[in-house]
């Protein structure tokens, strides 16, 4: 966890702080599993077409992979931009 995220708290007991920081770890752990869920069940469903063989043919690979790319390219795009936000917020005009 980026521990900057609690430097608001040092207001509170140190438990509490503990306890904070324990939350928002689990926070992030499962947003990390819901994008990482959205982006299997998302390609799966956009790639795969059949299920004649236990493993991917070429072009169900080749679109799983760019599918990935993408998701995983515009993830980033989009937390760049709420952390540039989030840094202009923080700055008073």
Do not use: W
Request: contains cysteine.
């Amino acid at each position: 966890m980026d521990k900057s995220m609690l430097g608001d708290l040092d207001s509170l007991p140190e438990e509490d702080k503990v306890r904070m920081s324990a939350m928002i770890d689990q926070l992030q752990i499962r947003d990390s599993l819901r994008m990482y869920n959205s982006l299997v069940e998302r390609c799966f469903t956009d790639c795969v077409d059949t299920f004649r063989r236990k493993t991917l043919d070429k072009q169900e690979e080749t679109c799983v992979r760019r599918c990935a790319e993408k998701f995983l390219k515009h993830s980033m795009r989009v937390g760049m931009r709420f952390a540039e936000l989030n840094q202009g917020a923080a700055t008073p005009d």
